[in-house]
């Protein structure tokens, strides 16, 4: 027999075998929700006395991917600013836990001014891990990770989903109903509602322009002709 195999005859022999099998459908994603005020304030309050307070406060005030925050090293977050300029405290978030530590997108690169409340979270958050790696002693693994495990190892997806199903159930919402991403979602539902344009909302989530942010969190985004049409009424009462 010929080496060469007749691309026809594999094309027919693999596409019948094809043409037998039955695709599964798929199971459609949960639908993304994000949080009100009030619900986000509950949250807040309720992680305020946990490990995961500074995680949750990043998380609803700067937008950050959960799997962002989990490689977030310490030395790539800056609490004083640059004093006597214009640079205030900021954040770079450049890698993330997937694999080769790459973030979702290039132009996820970004490096994020912080909210008075997530410097106060993380400088509350080093002090005491500070006391945790000395209570550790020799069983701490140093990797310079802001957010890290008693031992000072890096902490998994499920290590997370727990802890913040814990914080929201003492926040006294149902903690079947809610993710850490959706901390995201809120993020941007938030910004939304407060009038920041949907041009610098996807810079600061990181997306490479306004469609794909209006794509994924179209739920969350408040229609831009609605902004209009407020002014119209509010000119000619």
Not at 32 to 40: F, G, R, V, W, Y
Not at 61 to 73: F, P
Not at 174 to 192: G, K, N
Request: charged share 30%; hydrophobic share 40%; net charge neutral.
């Amino acid at each position: 027999m010929s080496e060469r195999v007749d691309e026809s005859f594999v094309d027919a022999l693999f596409g019948g075998v094809v043409g037998l099998c039955e695709v599964p459908e798929g199971k459609e994603g949960r639908p993304p929700k994000a949080l009100t005020l009030d619900q986000a304030e509950a949250i807040l309050k309720a992680a305020g006395d946990t490990r995961m307070y500074a995680y949750v406060v990043l998380s609803l005030l700067i937008g950050a991917r959960t799997e962002e925050l989990r490689a977030l090293a310490w030395s790539e977050v800056n609490l004083d600013g640059a004093p006597g300029t214009d640079t205030p405290p900021w954040i770079a978030v450049w890698r993330s836990v997937r694999e080769g530590g790459d973030t979702k997108t290039r132009k996820s690169r970004r490096s994020l001014a912080l909210p008075r409340r997530c410097v106060e979270a993380l400088q509350q958050h080093r002090a005491q891990q500070a006391k945790e790696r000395e209570t550790a002693g020799a069983k701490w693994k140093e990797n310079d990770l802001v957010f890290a495990s008693l031992v000072g190892t890096p902490l998994d997806s499920h290590n997370v989903r727990r802890a913040f199903r814990k914080i929201v159930k003492d926040a006294e919402l149902p903690a079947q109903d809610w993710t850490p991403r959706e901390m995201r979602h809120s993020f941007v539902s938030l910004l939304s509602d407060s009038g920041v344009p949907l041009e610098d909302t996807a810079r600061l989530v990181g997306h490479s322009g306004t469609a794909v942010t209006e794509a994924v969190y179209r739920k969350q985004i408040r229609p831009v002709l609605l902004g209009g049409a407020e002014a119209m009424d509010r000119i000619f009462t």
